[in-house]
C-alpha cells in the first residue's frame, strides 16, 4: 500500500513559479510509476504529468508542456513537480497519484492510478 501526501501549494502571481512535493510511505513507491493531476473549480479532474518508476519517461498535457516538470527521488520517496510561469487558468487543488500497475510505462487516465493524496491547492492571481 501507499500513502501519499502532498505539499508545496499556495498562492502566487500570475508568472511565478511553486514547486509541489508528494511524499510516499511505503515500499510500493519505488515501483511505481507516479503522476499529477488537478481539479478546478466546477472541472473534471484532469492529467497533468507522469512520470515512470525510474525517472527515465515523463509525459506532460499540452496545456503545462514547456512549464511544468515533474521528477523523482526514489531515495527520499518522493515525486516533484515544477511548476513555472504559472497562469490564472493553472488555478486547482493538485493532486498526485501512484500506478502500480505496468510502473514502467506512464498513464494520463486517472482509472489506472490506485492511490490517491489529498491534494494540495494552488491559486494563481492575475
Known amino acids: 500500500q501507499v500513502q501519499l501526501v502532498e505539499s508545496g501549494g499556495g498562492l502566487v502571481q500570475a508568472g511565478g513559479s511553486l514547486r509541489l512535493s508528494c511524499a510516499a510511505s511505503?515500499?510500493?513507491?519505488?515501483?511505481?510509476?507516479m503522476g499529477w493531476f488537478r481539479q478546478a473549480p466546477g472541472k473534471e479532474r484532469e492529467f497533468v504529468a507522469a512520470?515512470?518508476?525510474?525517472?527515465?519517461?515523463?509525459l506532460q498535457s499540452d496545456s503545462v508542456k514547456g512549464r511544468f516538470t515533474i521528477s523523482r527521488d526514489n531515495a527520499k520517496n518522493t515525486v516533484y513537480l515544477q511548476t513555472n510561469s504559472l497562469k490564472p487558468e493553472d488555478t486547482a487543488v493538485y493532486y498526485c497519484?501512484?500506478?502500480?500497475?505496468?510502473?514502467?510505462?506512464?498513464?494520463?487516465?486517472?482509472?489506472?492510478?490506485?492511490?490517491w493524496g489529498q491534494g494540495t491547492q494552488v491559486t494563481v492571481s492575475s
Open positions: 497519484a501512484a500506478k502500480t500497475d505496468a510502473p514502467w510505462s506512464v498513464s494520463i487516465r486517472e482509472d489506472d492510478y490506485d492511490y
Open positions: 511505503g515500499r510500493t513507491f519505488r515501483n511505481s510509476a
Open positions: 512520470i515512470n518508476y525510474g525517472g527515465g519517461y515523463t
